[in-house]
T-cell receptor, first 110, second 113 residues
């Protein structure tokens, strides 16, 4: 089993719609969680951290479910510019290593 | 501008010909690392460095070497490249080990024939 697993997609989303997807992680001792965004074959960039109580940044909402060991990302009112691959990232118990999921591809269409 | 730079951005080479991919950051970050990204496998860490003269293996270190003689530079060396090292490579840095946000370079697309 992979340490961090994501549905690769693609999620085809009409412009203005809401899309949500999850990421599961295997190590229950994982400390911190993040979503990174990667545009086609460009470098990943931090989108948002994921806090235990859930957090929101504009149209993006991230949630953490430690009991079931998954995090989620919800995008409201999708824009064409939201088309990208979203990488789930988990920081290990040692606080050093970041483990990346394979990414979920989102395509927002007019 | 705060950034991580990599060179070259694109490289086509042949099996066995030694090459070096340079990485430099201007943010005075202590922690630097190298990743490779392959379809279906995501980003996998090759090597990392917690500070000058401190390096350690990541998940896929075989066939690679690194050095950290200066804080800003972290070159990746392929002594004898093979076709299975064809990949997209990213250098990354963050302020220090426990710090969260990691900044990536623009990537180096390497093809080994």
């Amino acid at each position: 089993r992979k340490e961090v697993e994501q549905d690769p997609g693609p999620f085809n989303v009409p412009e203005g719609a809401t899309v949500a997807f999850n990421c599961t992680y295997s190590n229950s001792a994982s400390q911190s969680f993040f979503w990174y965004r990667q545009d086609c074959r460009k470098e990943p960039k931090l989108l948002m951290s994921v806090y235990s109580s859930g957090n929101e940044d504009g149209r993006f909402t991230a949630q953490l479910n430690r009991a079931s060991q998954y995090i989620s990302l919800l995008i409201r009112d999708s824009k064409l510019s939201d088309s990208a691959t979203y990488l789930c990232v988990v920081k290990g118990a040692a606080g050093n290593k970041l483990t990346f999921g394979g990414g979920t591809r989102v395509l927002v269409k007019p | 501008e705060a950034q991580v730079t990599q060179n070259p951005r694109y490289l086509i080479t042949v099996t066995g010909k030694k090459l070096t991919v340079t990485c430099s950051q201007n943010m005075n970050h202590e922690y630097m690392s190298w990743y490779r990204q392959d379809p279906g496998l995501g980003l996998r860490q090759i090597y990392y460095s917690m500070n000058v003269e401190v390096t350690d293996k990541g998940d896929v270190p075989e066939g690679y070497k690194v050095s950290r003689k200066e804080k800003r530079n972290f070159p990746l060396i392929l002594e004898s490249p093979s076709p299975n090292q064809t990949s997209l490579y990213f250098c990354a840095s963050r302020l220090r080990t426990g710090y969260n946000e990691q900044f990536f370079g623009p990537g180096t697309r390497l093809t080994v024939l």
